[in-house]
């Protein structure tokens, strides 16, 4: 285990297509009640145990996770815990106005979700009226306060967003930024995925290549998600660089090293998971930090999880866990 994703709300101001789109229940999302979020304390609690287990990244995850109120703080309670890279997955709408704080508060790094810079386009993928140009502000800001490098993820879903890949690596070329493709997934059961609305990385990276040559990276640790490529004629280390995470068409469950937590606590082992483990309950009733870490290690050690590997009609039918719900 080395990577954590906490998710600190289950709420979010988009509704993006691959996510949590509108209208699936008939009515808006059957958000939980405040009693039912764990609360900071609880969080950095659970992080300090997870850490004694190899973890060694935490990411802050929703929903949207700036929409909690005052998660600067739990940014500092969790910069206590240890050495840990604290790092945030945003929409970007509403980080102009936190990333300086986000940063004082012991922030690393954000990772910013823009899956076009065409306001149209972009509006049909996150479903409500929101200018690009404000998370451009958001992602500048971010750099101004010094949270990079900042990573710049693009879901591509085909016949709605895949004539923005060769901009987007136009506009962040020389950015200094990551800039990440990623293949449209079969989360949950809301966003009627469908095989054929999956664009492959092998397609982008030969769209990107045909007018910026890519070299390929090698990765920075076992483990990591995106097969990462350069600039063929960049002329220094900052120049931006491109990622594909290619979950769809290229598996790479065998080497999975991440854990999920629901914003209601419980564990999911992976993002395709049909249930979780509850340790809110854990938290609530006494238990002593040694059961919880027993209980996570006995969780750990008995997984087996490669949906991505196995994946056919039977599959796609399992009552998989949303999204949104546990931060994706």
């Known amino acids: 285990m080395r990577d954590l994703r906490i998710s600190v709300t289950d709420r979010c101001n988009f509704r993006c297509v691959y996510c949590m789109p509108k209208d699936v229940f008939g009515r808006d999302y059957p958000f939980l009640r405040q009693t039912d979020l764990l609360t900071f304390e609880e969080i950095t609690r659970l992080a300090r145990i997870f850490k004694a287990h190899g973890v060694q990244k935490i990411r802050l995850t929703g ?14 309670m969790l910069k206590d815990v240890g050495d840990i890279d604290l790092t945030l997955t945003t929409n970007g709408a509403l980080l102009a106005h936190k990333a300086r704080e986000l940063k004082i508060a012991g922030l690393s790094r954000v990772t910013v979700s823009l899956d076009a810079l065409d306001d149209g386009i972009f509006r049909a993928m996150n479903d409500v009226d929101f200018p690009v140009a404000k998370v451009l502000e958001g992602i500048d800001a971010a750099a101004d306060a010094g949270l990079a490098p900042i ?6 879903k085909r016949g709605v967003n895949e004539r923005e890949i060769l901009p987007m690596a136009r506009r962040f070329k020389g950015s200094g930024h990551i800039l990440r493709f990623i293949e449209y997934m079969d989360v949950g059961h809301t966003n009627g995925w469908r095989m054929d609305d999956v664009v492959p990385s092998a397609e982008v990276l030969r769209i990107i290549g045909a007018e910026l040559p890519l ?10 998600v995106a097969e990462r490529w350069r600039y063929a004629d960049a002329r220094s280390d900052d120049a931006g660089e491109i990622g594909v995470i290619s979950s769809v068409t290229q598996a ?9 937590l629901s914003t209601e606590g419980k564990l999911y082992t992976c993002l395709f998971a049909t249930h979780g483990f509850d340790f809110r309950t854990l938290l609530r009733d006494g238990s002593d930090d040694e059961r919880i870490s027993d209980t996570i290690a006995a969780i750990w050690l008995q997984r087996g999880d490669r949906y991505s590997e196995i994946r056919s009609e039977h599959t796609a039918t399992l009552p998989k866990i949303e999204m949104s719900y546990i931060g994706g």
């Open 252 to 260: 790479f469950c065998r080497d999975c090293t991440r854990a999920r």
């Open 151 to 156: 990573k710049i993820n693009m879901v591509v």
């Open 63 to 76: 929903g949207e996770p700036l929409l909690r109120k005052h998660l600067e703080r739990l940014v500092e």
């Open 215 to 224: 070299e390929p990276i090698d990765p920075n640790y076992t483990g990591e």
